[in-house]
């Protein structure tokens, strides 16, 4: 069944080069806009909804978040200005985050005292980078949206993970904020007990990532992981739910400024939500009959083929 | 087995909150999608020509539709598009109902640490949606 998938997305991504390639390169202006784009208006919420659905379906396939698919694939290949893809990708994280935190929460998986200081750090900066992204000029933003998209290719090719990272002692923060936790794991049946370290490293670090996160409107689960799990020494299925569910604050502040600021359209919006929450529902159904890996790495090339476009495009290059 | 592990009540609280405040939000965002599609309430900007407006820029959007951003779309929610602001103004402020629901819990343990920072983190997200923080200049 996935064979058929990939057959569809990639049919729908080679309409979609097409279509944008058709498309006016100066899409400021509404005159060109309308001269040039011959699609009737309905048909591009229902392709977002198609792709946003491929994309849900791949997102939870992959083990990555939909926005972080979402703002390069559509940013790219759609007729949408990034101001509203972001605004869009921003709700798209968000609402998957609201989906999963309670079922994450009430399994002690996420814990909201190690979650509760780095929402904190992260949605305040998230609204730093949300007001940088809707400042800076378009062309700069997509070239650094490009940098970062292909920086996660090689965070998720190169960065190791660790199921139960070695914390030989709290540090002394972590001890005072008495983040510490103990949780169940199934496949072993144990309850794994863990501390943290490295917490003020950790905390300045998710500085940059709710900056990065405002600012591309990416979700932040591809940085989120890595930082509390390897830096902090977070059990890797804690790190991977407290990341899922630190999502909707982080992603919550950076969405207000987005949707204050006027960039949210409920066309845009509304399909892509809709679209990668059944394609998420689909994506587990299929997880049990497919090989991970290789989903990973179709994946991994879908987010090479859209960084290097918004990269290309931010660059004048491939407009 | 999974239930062994007892999650914080205020784990449980915020749980409550969240999972009801996105089931809400969600629902409501599609009732009102579906108004918007069906025309029973006319929008602001008509449907055909949405292409026009979202290739440009969000300054320039706003520019030449004459849209006010930050709370103006209250006075104009009888206006299908911006009826669907209601679903995704919840879904955006779930989280801050969450945390008022923890600080009780947080206070009566004597958590002051935490208190401060849920106190901290709502007056973030109440900042953040205030309308305040606008930009657009691209």
């Known amino acids: 069944m996935w064979k058929k998938t990939i057959h569809i997305l990639a049919i729908l991504l080679i309409v979609m080069i097409i279509f944008d390639t058709a498309y006016c390169n100066d899409k400021e202006m509404v005159e060109e806009a309308t001269k040039v784009s011959s699609l009737v208006w309905w048909m591009w919420p229902l392709i977002l909804f198609a792709v946003t659905f491929i994309l849900g379906i791949f997102a939870v396939l992959g083990g990555v978040g939909g926005g972080v698919l979402f703002v390069p694939i559509v940013g790219g290949f759609f007729p949408f200005h990034l101001d509203f893809v972001r605004g869009a990708g921003l709700l798209v994280a968000l609402s998957g985050a609201l989906a999963a935190g309670p079922g994450l929460i009430r399994k002690g998986l996420a814990d909201l005292r190690l979650s509760l200081p780095i929402a904190l750090i992260a949605s305040a900066s998230s609204i730093v980078g949300a007001m940088l992204g809707l400042a800076l000029p378009i062309n700069i933003i997509q070239t650094a949206l490009g940098g970062t998209i292909l920086g996660i290719v090689a965070i998720m090719l190169i960065a190791k993970k660790s199921e139960y990272p070695e914390v030989k002692q709290a540090d002394s923060l972590s001890t005072a904020l008495r983040i510490t936790g103990v949780y169940h794991e199934a496949s072993t049946g144990h309850e794994i007990n863990w501390k943290i370290h490295r917490t003020a490293q950790g905390l300045i670090t998710f500085i940059v990532i709710g900056i990065m996160a405002g600012m591309f409107g990416l979700g932040a689960g591809w940085a989120n992981v890595p930082v509390l799990n390897l830096m902090m020494g977070v059990p890797l299925k804690v790190s991977v739910a407290t990341s899922k569910f630190l999502l909707s604050i982080t992603d919550t502040s950076a969405a207000w400024i987005y949707f204050n600021s006027g960039a949210v359209l409920p066309m845009i919006v509304v399909p892509s939500i809709i679209g990668i929450m059944l394609g998420s529902i689909v994506g587990v159904r299929i997880l049990a009959k497919t090989k991970p890996v290789a989903i990973r790495y179709i994946v991994l090339t879908m987010l090479l083929f859209a960084g290097l476009r918004a990269l290309l495009k931010g660059l004048g290059i491939w407009t | 087995m999974a239930g062994r592990i007892k999650a914080t009540e205020e784990q449980l609280a915020y749980a409550r909150i969240l999972d009801k405040g996105m089931k809400i939000g969600l629902l409501i965002l599609i009732i009102t999608f579906v108004i918007y599609l069906s025309g029973i309430l006319p929008p602001y900007l ?28 209250v006075d104009m929610v009888y206006k299908s598009d911006f009826l669907n602001f209601i679903g995704i103004a919840f879904l955006a402020g779930v989280t801050i109902v969450c945390y008022f629901r923890i600080i009780p819990i947080l206070f009566k343990r004597k958590d002051i640490v935490y208190v401060t920072i849920a106190v901290l983190e709502i007056l973030v997200l109440m900042f953040a949606a205030s309308g305040i923080l606008k930009a657009g200049g691209h």
């Open chain 2, 46 to 73: 008509i449907l055909s020509d949405l292409p026009k407006y979202w290739s440009m820029s969000v300054h320039k959007y706003l520019e030449y539709t004459g849209i006010n951003p930050g709370w103006a779309w």
